[in-house]
């Protein structure tokens, strides 16, 4: 999951669980708000410790090679 999906799951959350009114049986709309929000902000912190780690197009981190410039 990127930032994006984060983000929409975390408002999503956040509508379900301060936005609506409504009884339900069988299942509890707050909670489900809740678990979304916390789904969430984990993904949103697991995403950027990988973007953190990742170090880009070109980088080494991905296991490509590193070229060294030698001037003689």
Same mark, same amino acid.
């Given at each position: 999951m990127g930032f994006g999906s984060s983000i929409v799951l975390i408002a999503a959350g956040a509508i379900l669980?301060?936005?609506?009114?409504?009884? @339900?049986? =069988?299942?509890? +709309?707050? @909670?489900? =708000?809740?678990? +979304?929000?916390i789904v969430g902000a984990v993904s949103l912190v697991l995403s950027i410790v990988f973007w953190n780690t990742w170090g880009g197009f070109g980088g080494t981190a991905g296991g490509g090679s590193r070229r060294q410039r030698r001037v003689t």
């Amino acid at each position: 999951m990127g930032f994006g999906s984060s983000i929409v799951l975390i408002a999503a959350g956040a509508i379900l669980r301060f936005a609506v009114s409504v009884t @339900t049986t =069988g299942f509890n +709309l707050h @909670t489900i =708000g809740l678990i +979304l929000i916390i789904v969430g902000a984990v993904s949103l912190v697991l995403s950027i410790v990988f973007w953190n780690t990742w170090g880009g197009f070109g980088g080494t981190a991905g296991g490509g090679s590193r070229r060294q410039r030698r001037v003689t």
